[in-house]
Nanobody
């Protein structure tokens, strides 16, 4: 059974930083593309960043240069380092792999 557990969300002031973590189990972590999505109130869920098994990354235009996705295959964990946070980054952030979703972690950016 695939399980994804996100952590690291919270309340942060605009301009601040947070690091999200997603621990995965039930999959061969190292061979899978891992992704972060987010969903703001009243909006559709959208891709934030993804990292392939080989370490290639891609980002939504809105977070390029501010967010960094990384993975640690020894810990079966994917990270999302978020810097220079903006009010519009407020959302629930979800970890995703192979049609499986985590429960999400809430990030709230305040002014």
């Amino acid at each position: 059974q695939v399980q994804l557990g996100e952590s690291g969300g919270g309340l942060v002031q605009a301009g601040g930083s947070l690091r999200l973590s997603c621990a995965a189990s039930g999959i061969t972590f190292s061979i899978n593309t891992m992704s972060w999505y987010r969903q703001a109130p009243g909006k559709q869920r959208g891709l934030v960043a993804a990292v392939t098994a080989g370490g290639n990354t891609n980002y939504a235009d809105s977070v390029k240069g501010r967010f960094t996705i990384s993975r640690d295959n020894t810990k079966n964990t994917v990270y999302l380092q978020m810097n220079s946070l903006k009010l519009e980054d407020t959302a629930v952030y979800f970890c995703y792999v192979r049609s499986y979703w985590g429960k999400g972690t809430l990030v709230t950016v305040s002014s």
